[in-house]
């Protein structure tokens, strides 16, 4: 695959360039198997409808299309109706931003979908590994797709492109 060139420029990064050096949604590392693509988790609600609204031009328009947005984080536009998610400080006081990807996993995932690939992937992807002990929670504590319960397990799981209604 030919290099391609992305110029992305949002309220936290201006004019960052990458290089997407595999074919979009291919070849990923052999370890890192997501339910779902970034496309899907946006169409299912994800994130209180605050993500990438600042970054369309980057991404497929098809990933916005039936996409519910907001000016501010609203959990009803989450699949499961509640809030899941740490805000954005939180994330930077522990370390787990890295300077590339300021929004973190899910702008990590978006670009390594599209194609790029970086000297982080190996920690995001330990990362999201790390996820699937609330897959085994789901399914020790929860009646098959009862999605009354753990529903923010639930929805924290879809912040990380595992597919909990499956669970």
Request: glycine share 4%; hydrophobic share 30%.
């Amino acid at each position: 695959m030919k290099k391609k060139k992305v110029v992305a420029s949002n309220k936290l990064q201006k004019k960052y360039t990458y290089f997407l050096t595999e074919p979009t949604g291919k070849k990923f590392d052999s370890e890192f198997k997501p339910d779902l693509t970034p496309k899907q988790m946006l169409r299912l609600g994800v994130f209180g409808g605050v993500y990438l609204t600042d970054s369309k031009r980057e991404f497929p328009k098809d990933w916005f299309v039936k996409v519910k947005f907001s000016d501010k984080k609203n959990p009803e536009l989450n699949y499961f109706k509640v809030s899941a998610s740490q805000p954005l400080s939180v994330w930077r006081k522990k370390g787990w931003i890295y300077r590339e990807d300021p929004r973190g996993w899910f702008q990590w995932y978006c670009r390594y979908y599209m194609g790029r690939r970086c000297k982080d992937d190996s920690r995001q992807i330990k990362r999201w590994k790390a996820m699937k002990r609330h897959v085994a929670q789901i399914k020790k504590n929860c009646k098959k797709k009862d999605f009354d319960c753990r529903p923010k397990q639930r929805q924290a799981l879809l912040h990380w492109a595992y597919d909990s209604r499956k669970l």
